[in-house]
Each structure stands twice: as C-alpha cells, then as structure tokens.
T-cell receptor, first 111, second 114 residues
Framework: DAKTTQPPSMDCAEGRAANLPCNHSTISGNEYVYWYRQIHSQGPQYIIHGLKNNETNEMASLIITEDRKSSTLILPHATLRDTAVYYC????????????FGQGTELSVKP | GAVVSQHPSRVICKSGTSVKIECRSLDFQATTMFWYRQFPKQSLMLMATSNEGSKATYEQGVEKDKFLINHASLTLSTLTVTSAHPEDSSFYICSGRGGTDTQYFGPGTRLTVL
C-alpha cells in the first residue's frame, strides 16, 4: 500500500473550517483514500473515503486532486470535540487491503 | 457507522498470567477482523488479520504463540495474550470489516501487566 505524508500537528479556531492535507504521491489507480480519527484513549473512528471524486458526508468533505497525489479533509465548522489525531490512509478496496496507520496529524481545536 | 465492542475495557494482571480480550461486531457480520496494538504516543500497529473460520495471519515480528487469535464466528474474535509480561502492557484495539469493505474499530482494551 502507498504511504502518506501528513503534517504532525495543526491548530484550528473553534467554529472555523479545519483543512487537513495529505500527500500520497505514489498512490495506485485502484487505491482509495481513507480518513480516520482517534480521540485520546479511544479506538479510531471512520470519517470518509474516496477514489477520485470529491465526497461529502455528515462529518466531513474529502477533496482529492485531479492527479490523486494529494487530498484534503475538511471539517466545515470545527468544535472542541474534533480535537483528535487524524489519519490519512490509502488502501486497495475489496481485495483484502489492510489499513496501515502512519503518524497522522494531531488537530487541536481551540476556543 | 457500524458498531464494534470490546471487553474488557481495562484489565490489570500479574506477570505470567494469560489475558483474553473479546471483540464483537454488534450490527454487522465481520468476515475479517484485525487486531492492533498502540503504545503511548505512538500510532496503531497492526498485529494480525483473521478471517472467520481460518487461522490468523500475523504481521512480521508478532509472535503467534504469544498472541493467540480466534475468529470462531462472523461476530466474535478473541485475542489471548499468553504468559503476559510488563512489556506487553499496551492499548489493544480490534476492528471488523464486512460487506461494505469499510473497517470499523472497537473502543480498545488497556492492558497493564504488573
């Protein structure tokens, strides 16, 4: 599975949009981009995934560049409860691909 | 999203004893289950993958005789840490993957070996 690169930490003001970048320049054509987050001392929580089109759900939006070498997770109105480590992972879907976690981005939402 | 539970949430045991952790998918059938370990201030590390009714596949460096995994049904997997030692103290997290091919994680089990 392709590796990803994320900034180790970011701050965001409460109520503002949080934009978390991820680079995956070696992504293969059949690899999806997944985002999970882990709040302290809890299991990871699934957020969203996509292949090449932008995706939106009740939690976040995922913007994938046209060349698929990078993506951005957007939390439109960050709250204090969004403070967590966010992981960007690429994996092959429907072929048993494993989720391998990198170091992620520690997002701190401040009042 | 789908729900995965783990039991116990926290366990303290003496060195040399064995500890069993249960992982259940509550509202979906998990054809594949995964076990991860997480040390303080580190990321999750995949330990093993198990398919229902089959032997688990362990990641390089993970001792299969020490970490026994059973995936006897589509909703239950267990991890047994045998002859636990203080260095096995960690946060153990399971996850399940079913028909949607999305992986959902349990809340984790904090193991402390004295």
């Amino acid at each position: 599975d392709a590796k990803t690169t994320q900034p180790p930490s970011m701050d965001c003001a409460e109520g503002r949009a949080a934009n978390l970048p991820c680079n995956h320049s070696t992504i293969s054509g059949n690899e999806y981009v997944y985002w999970y987050r882990q709040i302290h001392s809890q299991g990871p929580q699934y957020i969203i995934h996509g292949l090449k089109n932008n995706e939106t759900n009740e939690m976040a939006s995922l913007i994938i560049t046209e060349d698929r070498k990078s993506s951005t997770l957007i939390l439109p109105h960050a709250t204090l409860r969004d403070t967590a480590v966010y992981y960007c992972i690429v994996r092959v879907r429907n072929q048993g691909g494993k989720l391998i976690f990198g170091q992620g981005t520690e997002l701190s939402v401040k009042p | 999203g789908a729900v995965v539970s783990q039991h116990p949430s926290r366990v303290i045991c003496k060195s040399g004893t064995s500890v069993k952790i249960e992982c259940r998918s509550l509202d979906f059938q998990a054809t594949t289950m995964f076990w991860y370990r997480q040390f303080p201030k580190q990321s999750l590390m995949l330990m093993a993958t198990s398919n229902e009714g089959s032997k688990a596949t362990y990641e390089q460096g993970v001792e299969k005789d020490k970490f026994l995994i059973n995936h006897a049904s589509l909703t239950l997997s267990t991890l047994t840490v045998t002859s636990a030692h203080p260095e096995d103290s960690s946060f153990y997290i399971c996850s399940g993957r079913g028909g949607t091919d999305t992986q959902y994680f349990g809340p984790g089990t904090r193991l402390t070996v004295l």
